[in-house]
């Protein structure tokens, strides 16, 4: 039987569609508080277990009788004051979830990092799964907790767990509903005049759960691979989806001031209404870098070819205004 952590989660629910479509027996776990998302609600299949990853007794009881575990139960934040909430999560959970897979004699086990991760470089040139990742008064919080949770993983392939890690890059979809790049697309369609002079990756959550299945069902062990479709500049990427939408692309080009001012005017009404916004320091910061993450590897080890981004962009505006 197979573990799915974040199960309820907008990959982890594609993950499972397509382990039942391949006949597997699968237990995913769920918090008390968690709701089970629509691609999932009729399946009769699936074995729905209650736990948090930070119950270590909790995750032992899950345990029982899986020989496969995929994690992918992570808090993503780019909000300094969310730092704490995180390393519980990423680091303490996925520590948790490690110990009890080598107490529980795992067969397997596939880690969802993030390319936040990864090392970066000031060359134009493509990140790739050798570019370490070093310290910086410029890393995120989450880009921090994400690298700490891949050493604990790299702690237990020493103590003889087979593992394996998957760096994604922003995962896009039709079923992300309105958070994470969901909320990108639900902005663009009412409306946007401004965009940042950033680039970075992306790529179709159908792609990064078939690369899982295909990584975990292969030989490949103590390996780490990106999963990235495209590189697109936040310019054309927005101008897609407005033009999807039927809407004006945006026209005007944010400047790095602009957004700093921004987030100091959040900031300030914060203080004052107690209200939270998404642009931070990280986001503001991070708008106008250029990243460019290769697949090469994962392209050539499974010789896997991904969705196209335009593809994966009009898919998502059609289901969106239906």
Known sequence: MILVTGATGFLGSELIRQLLLKGEQVRAIMRDTSVIPALLKNEKKIEWFKADILDYFALNDAMEGISKVYHCAAFISFDPADKKKM????VEGTVNLLNSSIEKNISRFLHVSSVAALGENNKDEFITEKD??????ERSA???SKYESEMEV????????????????????????????????ETIQ?????????SFGYVDV???AKAMILLMDSDISDERFIINAENWSYHDLFTEIALNFKKNPPEIALKPWMMQLAYMGTRIIAAFTGKKFNLTKDTANSAFKKRKYSNNKIKKTLNLEFKSIKHSIGEICRDYQQ
């Open 87 to 90: 390393n519980k999560v990423n």
């Open 132 to 137: 370490q990742w070093e310290y910086s008064p």
């Open 142 to 144: 989450y880009s921090i």
């Open 154 to 185: 790299f702690r237990a392939t020493a103590e003889g767990l087979n593992t394996i890690i998957v760096n994604p890059s922003i995962i896009i979809g039709k079923n992300a509903g309105k958070q994470g790049s969901g909320a990108l697309f």
């Open 190 to 198: 009412k409306g946007l005049k401004y965009y940042p002079g950033g």
């Open 206 to 208: 159908e792609d990064v």
